[in-house]
């Protein structure tokens, strides 16, 4: 961090702040420099934020559907400029930095054109006993989100939450990770082009301090997507107010193969869904589990396809390097202890670990009490395990404190088994499928965290249930008055008997 001169907003008098460097992780050349907002700073943007929630919740669903397909046409025709960010940031590759963004784009636009379907007043059976009253539920606003973003896709997860709370009525203030700050910056300016009129979507830049200021400054909700420690931190910190959270905090996804599955096509989705973003992926693949009539098949296929997966920062690279430098010790650790206990390395080892970049590594025989096995690697890695049938295979991937994702290639039994596995998501013949499905709404269980964003769950959660009862006219049997009599009591026990007392 640096320190430099700058003049008070309100005083106009000189001042000194603190700014930090977004650093290029394949060269460390300097992406950019941004402010390190003090808990001052956040409290400033909440309080402005909240000001203009008021006037984005009165333009109504139609007013907000329009400035978010604005909003939407604008990160479309400059994809290009933000994956470019993205890249210089995080290191991917341009290709998987504009998947992102595409995802992230069709999400929005399914936010903005659900949310009066999902979020409107809609009515309800008012039951025999209170058969004179219209009753109806809707969704207001809750009124300014938080958002704490990730660094591995700091477009396609942070938007999950930032979309759907604007299209429920929501102004949202937003700190994105320390390593892509560029990126929530360039969000936040994008917006403010075709919602120039109140600070609806704010960006404040800094550190886990910064973080913890907003989880304190009063916002009506605060979702969060980063490690379990981290989001244990998130929740105390927000509990002192109670404020509601909503945390994704990553996985240890498991991938089953049964006897009947296309086994080129499930090595070809292990490798991609280990590999891909170099494996910082909190829906990727980790483990994998294989029925022992196709796992040598399987191996040698996913031996043969890892193969031509490298790291690095050229054009025929097809992975880039670990973005938060303390990741490379954890993934040195896990090769090594599956190593240590008579795993063996297919492809890669503990050499596969250099200064910037993961090569991809295939291990087998790895006992299920490691390391490799039991903790978030986010590297890329893989595990492959030989199972007798599927039972074990549920059975193995179901042990586990995490319950994000998981995969399954099976022909004749691929719900079935989806249904056993303990995760908020699972695909099945194909690999993070639910993540492009703007419908389908996207969360964990256990350390994995709770809540949902995306789909129709994704945007109730960033609304709160109004319900309104109204008479319409003067109920036969007054039960809300002193002036009750004992035959009403009478009539009203005869009437429950006969609607619920039935025997069965």
């Known amino acids: 961090m640096t320190t430099v001169q700058a003049e008070s907003a309100t005083t106009g008098e000189p001042t000194t702040r603190e700014t930090f460097e977004s ?31 008021s006037w984005w919740a009165g333009l109504g669903f139609a007013g907000r559907t ?12 400059r994809s290009a400029q933000l994956a470019e960010l993205v890249h210089a940031e995080t290191g991917k590759p341009h290709g998987d930095a504009m998947l992102e963004i595409v995802l992230a784009i069709d999400h929005t636009a399914w936010a903005a054109k659900h949310a009066r379907k999902v979020l409107g007043s809609r009515r309800r059976s008012a039951g025999l006993l209170m058969a004179n009253q219209a009753a109806t539920v809707e969704y207001q606003p809750l009124g300014v989100v938080g958002v704490i973003g990730p660094w591995n896709y700091p477009v396609f997860t942070p938007m999950g939450s930032i979309a759907y709370a604007l299209a429920a009525g929501n102004a949202v203030v937003f700190k994105p990770s320390e390593y892509t700050p560029g990126v929530g910056k360039w969000l936040a300016d994008a917006f403010a082009e075709v919602v120039p009129e109140h600070p609806v979507f704010r960006v404040v830049t800094g550190f886990g301090k910064t ?12 979702a969060f997507t980063g ?54 992926t909190c829906v990727g693949v980790e483990r994998v589990y294989v029925h022992e ?9 996913v031996v ?35 190593l240590s206990r008579g795993g063996k390395a297919l492809v890669g080892g503990e050499d596969a670990v250099g200064e910037r970049y993961v090569q991809p590594t295939v291990l087998v025989d790895v006992p299920e009490d490691s390391s490799a096995v039991r903790e978030e690697t986010f590297g890329p890695t893989l595990t492959i395990a030989k199972v007798r049938d599927m039972d074990e295979a ?15 290639f099976s022909k004749a039994r691929g719900v079935e088994l989806a249904r056993r596995l303990r995760s908020g998501m699972t695909a099945v013949n194909g690999v993070i499928s639910f993540a492009g499905i703007p419908s389908l709404p996207f969360g964990g269980i256990g350390d994995s965290g709770f809540g949902r964003i995306h789909g129709p769950e994704g945007l109730r959660e960033f609304a709160r ?16 008055t002193f002036s009750r009599t004992a035959k009403t009591d009478a009539t009203v026990a005869k009437l429950i008997t006969l609607l619920h007392g039935k025997r069965r």
């Open 66 to 77: 329009e400035r978010l397909q604005r909003w939407k046409g604008v990160l479309t025709r």
């Open 465 to 480: 249930s109004k319900a309104i009862a109204r008479q319409r006219f003067r109920p036969p049997l007054s039960l809300t």
């Open 293 to 301: 009539k196709v796992y040598d098949d399987f191996v040698a296929k």
């Open 227 to 280: 490690s379990p420690g981290t989001g244990k931190k998130i929740m105390a910190a927000c509990a002192e107010t109670l404020t509601p959270v909503l945390i994704e905090a990553g996985g240890k996804d498991a991938l089953l193969v049964d006897a009947d599955a296309d086994v080129a096509a499930a090595a070809d989705a292990a490798v991609w869904g280990g590999m891909s973003n170099a494996g910082q």
């Open 211 to 222: 973080g913890a200021a907003l989880c304190r400054s009063g916002v009506d909700k605060l």
């Open 304 to 338: 043969e396809v890892t193969k031509d997966v490298r790291a690095g920062s050229d054009a025929e690279a097809k992975i880039g390097p670990i973005t938060m430098p303390g990741q490379l010790k954890i993934i040195k650790r896990h090769i090594a202890d599956a």
């Open 23 to 53: 650093l290029d992780p394949a060269t460390d050349e300097v992406v950019g420099t941004y402010p390190v907002h003090t808990a001052a700073d956040v409290e400033e943007a909440v309080a402005e934020a909240r000001e203009a929630a």
């Open 394 to 408: 549920v059975e193995k991937a179901n042990d586990s404190r995490y319950g994000l994702a998981s995969t399954v």
